[in-house]
């Protein structure tokens, strides 16, 4: 008798709402719409309770784009950005906002919070001082760090500091994960659900939310890791799109001068489901959800299912928290009447 292998209990780790949606299947409580604005892809995702996806209620949107550091992309990343923002946090002249910056700053994949922190107008000691700008809002920021280095709960930190300033709204940043290699960089979600700090990397940790700190909690997070079992599945299925892109294009003579630096995903090929078992056997019959909790299977057991980071996070990194920052600072401070 075949043994039967139990995957249910292998979750593929991500944080994006949009990594479970699929446009072409109606799932039950999702309403989704997606727009296309100088290249960036907007996803705005509505769940409602009890939803298939099992997320929290609320709204998440997620822009997607081709390069951060390009510099054209990144002004039209920021100003999309900005305008979302401006959408969802409604700011009266003397609201106080609190922004938190989640990660660690020793770990280049998990500093993005910590660098957007340096790069936000804080304006709070001005209005206390009354010599803040009729332009620009109250703002403060913390860096609260990471349970491992401070040993406490970064939510009973955030906590603290919002029972002592009482702000009327918090924005909090974080790294995430995904289960797309490529959504790593190129992607920023924005929701009204809040945050659980770790969660993408299997650390269980207090939730920040509205439930948790009586406030509205708007959470920004950028995918900057996948773990290996997603880089292991993806490349399976990418062996057979490139043997179906070779196979059905190799000899059309409009593909001979650039077949080779041809980014084959990017073209429309059609599955064949006995070829894909042909060139990859049963593991080629296995549904995409299925491949990946079994992959998953066979790592995590022997410590294999590392986090992975791209070769140039660096760079991007600090890039992605200079859009962050400006579309934060340009969505509540009235920036273009300097």
Do not use: W
């Not at 920004?220 to 993806?234: E, F, H, R």
């Not at 079994?294 to 928290?321: A, C, H, Q, R, W």
Request: net charge neutral; glycine share 6%.
């Amino acid at each position: 008798m075949d043994k039967q292998i139990d995957l249910s209990k292998y979750n593929i780790r991500t944080d994006l709402a949009i990594d479970d949606v699929d446009e072409k299947v109606k799932l039950k409580g999702v309403n989704f719409n997606t727009k296309t604005i100088e290249g960036i892809k907007i996803t705005d995702v509505n769940l409602e309770e009890n939803n298939e996806l099992k997320r929290k209620k609320g709204r998440y949107i997620t822009l997607e784009f081709d390069d951060a550091t390009d510099s054209n992309n990144e002004k039209s990343i920021t100003n999309a950005l900005t305008s979302i923002l401006k959408s969802m946090i409604n700011t009266k002249k003397d609201d106080l906002g609190l922004v938190v910056g989640l990660g660690n700053l020793k770990s280049t994949p998990d500093s993005l919070g910590s660098l957007v922190i340096d790069g936000i107008i804080v304006t709070n000691h001005l209005y206390i001082l009354n010599e803040l700008s009729s332009n620009y809002k109250r703002l403060a920021a913390i860096n609260p760090g990471v349970m491992a280095t401070t040993g406490i709960e970064t939510s009973d930190i955030v906590k603290s500091v919002v029972d002592q300033i009482k702000p009327s709204y918090l924005i909090v940043i974080d790294s995430l994960a995904s289960k797309s290699i490529e959504r790593l960089n190129k992607t920023i979600q924005i929701t009204n659900t809040g945050i659980h700090p770790g969660s993408g990397i299997g650390n269980k940790r207090k939730e920040i939310s509205e439930e948790v700190l009586g406030i509205p909690v708007f959470a920004i997070g950028v995918p900057t890791v996948v773990d290996a079992a997603v880089i292991v599945s993806d490349t399976i299925n990418f062996i057979y799109q490139n043997y179906a892109f070779n196979k059905e294009y190799e000899n059309d003579p409009k593909s001979k001068l650039t077949f080779n630096n041809v980014n084959y995903l990017n073209k429309k090929i059609v599955e064949n489901k006995k070829e894909k078992k042909k060139l990859l056997g049963l593991v080629g019959t296995l549904e995409d959800q299925e491949l990946h909790k079994l992959i998953y299977e066979v790592l995590n057991p022997i410590g294999y299912n590392l986090m992975v980071t791209p070769k140039e996070i660096d760079f991007v990194i600090k890039k992605l928290s200079n859009i962050i920052s400006n579309a934060i600072n340009n969505s509540i401070h009235d920036i273009d009447k300097n």
